[in-house]
């Protein structure tokens, strides 16, 4: 954790400062020096060994001694009289010696016995042993705290670098109309893996409810047969801590818990606070609802939408802390089932302060529980949540194409005061979202949308078997829905299918693990290329051993070729000296020279370059 | 005064604000709204009317009347059913009727009738008359202020357009070798006047010490003819309240205060908190200065240099109160004698509270005080001493000299936050500062740094008469001292030499005077060029009406010429319409077309064009 803040005084008066910090809850303070940069800049560093908050804050003072020394050191140099000089000195050891014992306090009397009674210069007598004996008993009386305390959340590395899998279990059956089950699932889990996900997230898995339920792609009125969308949650077989029967039981889920980790798969809950009409809570606690004014239960409107199939929990109600501890309670129960990880549907219609309070309480019991914020909202309301608590979040990536988007966009993520709080997960699709991109790319579209996702975000997911199926027809013209949404019914899929993106992404995935490079976002930079439809772009390790240079063409009907100019020095990369790119994805391997390098990019055979970079690469 | 804020909530909630502001030491607040604009951006603005400070905050309520409005409108859009929602309404409508009183209750009154009675979709009610009167009767039962009261200060408008002339009284007797006098200084206000400076800046005129007094070109003994610094301070005569006999009385100096005032210019003086071994501080009151540890005072010391002939005051010493309040004193000293501008010296070798507390102090009794920084320090300090209350400061515009530096200097200071608390005052030369550009440029040197000094910055200065005689030889090579500088002799210039800059700078105040562009800093903009050595800027009004484009080159050797490309929507110009350049110094008229044009300058003539733009210019 490397802290950098602007110190100064007026006057002449030479500083020492100290960064401070600590484990929250611990009472001692730990202290490092802090070394000036430049223009009044100071930096500290401390190491980040534990998950949970650390607090920091500053300390600087006035230096006597070393104000002291730089005087003397240049009246030395010009050969001036020091005799004044070295009593002033020879006081300053002294004080110090009172503080000090043993060796430490006998030699800081003898330099200043030396320093009083020398009538040379004393250059001598001023060494570096002085200095850092000197610098163990700082006169710190005139010292001044930083008036902050401030603190750095570590989290587990997943929160950094995951790979995710969006599945729908009722679709995992194998036989056409049939509900999956939570055992079928753990037979899809292996196909995963293959994959390379390291996170199976699945929409609800709780009872679905009977009252307005939806048909299929979303008919108002549905048949009886209808399975219902997971996210209509509740009914007489139990809420937010019950699992729908015709998936399983609890311990079902928790067979697939430990078998998704054998294959080094977690599951993702997903959490949606809301509730169908025939949610226990409803019956149980009418208080946790708003009433509309002939009395009803106010159902859940975005007008001129209606959802009269859910009813919003109502987080002001009078009786408020008894709704936000159940709610608390069902992330406990899922935490004492085996679960860390959690997709949060909708967070910012719900209470800022809820997810603050929440959150803390999960962590302070479950450290190593994360939480992905599904907020699809403005901008400002998505980084509050990241401050105050989600470990990741969902973006605007879905909906950011060209180059001038993505550029200005991913800058902003990982190159502002944004990176300190926001960690972008970057997800091409989802149940709700095919983008028109994808409707109307095919193919060419969807391996473009996965290798940008899987390089600019360090965290990104897809939603399966839809993707690498390239699933792209809309419910209709204009819209983002998919035709026969697996939301609302039960999907046979070909996972045998020859034409399928499988074996790409397994490609890419690999290609993320084996570098380290991908697994940060931070180290981002955009790269010039003279075609608009060629975006290139590079991440590094920071002491540059791995260098990975992507370019895509986003372009998915022809093939687009151009020039990318590279800083070579920023790669780590000796301008004067040929390199090898080794592109990850074909294997092909190509000798560059200097800055501008040609490259062409067939979206109808592979639309991206993702080329490690090197001077020698390891076959 | 515009302020703009990030307000939002979580949820659908419809917000309301309002911007709350007063001035210092008053009670009541007043409310402007807030208005949205995009993002979650609102602003507000409010007038400031007098000098003081004024203080301003925010606050900001979840409105249910605008979030109720809001769905009802939608709904009615969609044909929906809205008998509950008019119910609603209704509801807080009544609510708002008890805070009112009068037509206005009766109004409301109505209203809640009619949209409980009505049987249409309350289209006809819901009017903007209604919202007018809900907006006066706000529910603001859920309002949140923010944490922090913030304050603007507002100066008189010197503060923000000035021009400096230098001058040291003792130089003015017009013989050669016979020290001028405060009297001989009033027939020279004329001279400047013609000028067109209106600040005119003296060095101290209080008596001159004579222990350790300098000699000419700063030698250590000097002769006892030698007149010494006018910054060391202090001798039998009296200190920082008397005035050096030589120069003349306090009534002399009263009635060249008001000699200068009816030609239109203000008298800076000088602060330089210092004083010579003679100073009646020093016999007085010996406990305001450092001991060295053999008893004697500490002289000012910068290792290698000695300053034998100072004392600092030591800031810090146990009776610094008392101190204090004699520093106050000489403040309020000169004030009384008429004084409102204050040039200090040195500001950053004292402490940062004591200018805050002092600058506080002074403006409480003579609000239109102003005072100038001469702080040549590192850059977080000089911005320190301007938040902390500093109207206008020094800046390195004398070392910038290449269009590089130029831009990336003045973007820093008019384009960043920097330009809320710093006002830039451009100096191209001082007593102490004669630049290697000006050393080996000559004239055109000297014209090229005024205009340049003149048009980046609103307020600018020069060390005169040394600067419109382009005085310029050093003390030695690699000096930036003058020769036989004034600081430590009298010297006799010729005022009416025909080579002399007077007139070239007394057209360039002319200009800066008729031409409001350049009486701000913030609408400073940089505008490409194909030349190094050409540098191009425009500044304009809020309203466009006068837009002023400058053009330098910054070669004083050889004629430049190349293309200026300019931004025309931006300078208020519609780019299909042919323009005009007026150059307002040699007088000429350019018609120009589009945004490329060409200059041509000579260096030898007039090495700049400050072009006035315009589709129709008044002859």
Chains 1, 2 share one sequence.
């Not at 110190?7 to 611990?26: E, T």
Request: aromatic fraction near 12%.
């Amino acid at each position: 954790m490397r802290v950098e803040s602007d110190i100064y005084i007026d006057g002449q008066d030479a500083l020492s400062a100290v960064l401070r910090y600590r484990k929250q809850g611990h009472s001692r303070w730990s202290e490092v020096p802090m070394e000036p940069l430049v223009n009044d800049r100071w930096w500290g560093e401390f190491e980040l060994t534990q998950t949970g908050v650390y607090q920091y804050t500053l300390q600087a003072w006035v230096d006597p001694y070393k104000s002291w020394r730089e005087v003397l050191t240049k009246k030395i140099t010009a050969g001036q009289d020091v005799t004044l000089d070295r009593l002033t000195g020879a006081e300053l050891i002294e004080k110090a010696a009172q503080h000090a014992s043993g060796k430490a306090r006998r030699l800081l009397g003898q330099f200043a016995v030396a320093l009083r009674s020398d009538n040379t210069g004393g250059e001598d007598i001023v060494t570096d042993e002085l200095a850092a004996l000197m610098k163990k008993f700082p006169d710190r009386s005139r010292e001044v705290s930083y008036d902050k305390v401030l603190s750095v959340e570590v989290d587990r590395k997943k929160a950094g670098f995951s790979a995710w899998y969006e599945l729908f279990p009722r679709s995992c059956s194998g036989y056409p109309g049939k509900h999956g089950t939570l055992r079928d699932c753990e037979t899809r889990l292996a196909y995963v893996a293959s994959m390379g996900f390291d996170v199976l997230y699945l929409p609800p898995i709780h009872p679905i409810g009977h009252s307005f339920r939806k048909g299929k792609n979303n008919e108002l009125s549905g048949n009886p047969d209808d399975v219902g969308s997971p996210w209509a949650i509740g009914s007489n077989e139990g809420g937010h801590k019950a699992i729908h029967p015709q998936l399983g039981t609890v311990e079902d889920f928790k067979r697939l818990i430990a078998k998704a980790k054998e294959l080094g798969i977690e599951i993702a809950l997903d959490i949606a606070f809301q509730c169908t009409p025939d949610h226990p809570y409803v019956k149980e606690h009418p208080e946790w609802f708003r009433k509309r004014p002939d009395g009803s239960i106010q159902y859940a409107e975005n007008p001129p939408k209606k959802y009269q199939d859910i009813y919003p929990l109502d987080f002001e109600t009078e009786h408020w802390q008894e709704l936000w501890d159940e709610l608390r309670s069902v992330f406990f129960f899922w935490c004492e089932q085996g679960m860390r990880l959690f997709r949060v549907d909708n967070p910012h219609t719900k209470p800022f302060p809820f997810w603050e309070w929440v959150i803390r309480e999960v962590k302070a019991k479950y450290p190593d529980v994360l939480f992905l914020a599904e907020a699809f909202t403005r901008p400002k309301i998505m980084y509050r949540l990241a401050k105050l608590g989600f470990s990741q979040s969902y973006t605007y990536f879905a909906w950011r194409n060209t180059k001038a988007e993505l550029t200005q966009y991913f800058t902003e993520l990982t190159q502002t005061e944004v990176a300190d709080f926001f960690r972008p997960n970057l997800w091409p699709n989802t149940p709700d979202i095919l983008t028109e991109y994808l409707q109307t790319g095919g193919r060419p579209a969807f391996m473009t949308r996965l290798v940008l996702a899987a390089t600019l975000g360090a965290n990104y997911g897809i939603y399966g078997p839809a993707f690498e199926s390239c699933e792209n027809i809309p419910r209709e013209r204009g819209s983002e829905e998919y035709l026969n949404s697996e939301k609302y019914e039960i999907r046979t899929w070909n996972f045998e299918d020859p034409a399928s993106l499988r074996e790409f992404i397994g490609r890419i995935n690999r290609i993320r693990r084996a570098n380290k490079a991908l697994q940060n976002d931070r180290s981002l930079r955009f790269h010039d290329t003279d075609n608009e439809q060629l975006i290139c772009f590079s991440k590094r390790t920071a002491d540059r051993s791995n260098v990975i240079l992507i370019v895509v063409n986003l372009d998915f009907r022809y093939t687009q070729s151009g020039w990318v100019n590279l800083t070579l020095e920023e790669l780590g990369l000796n301008p004067t000296v040929p390199f090898q790119a080794h592109d990850l994805i074909t294997d092909a391997r190509y000798v560059w020279h200097g800055p501008r390098n040609y490259v062409a990019l067939n979206p109808h055979t592979v639309p991206a370059h993702i080329l490690r970079l090197g001077h020698e690469i390891p076959t």
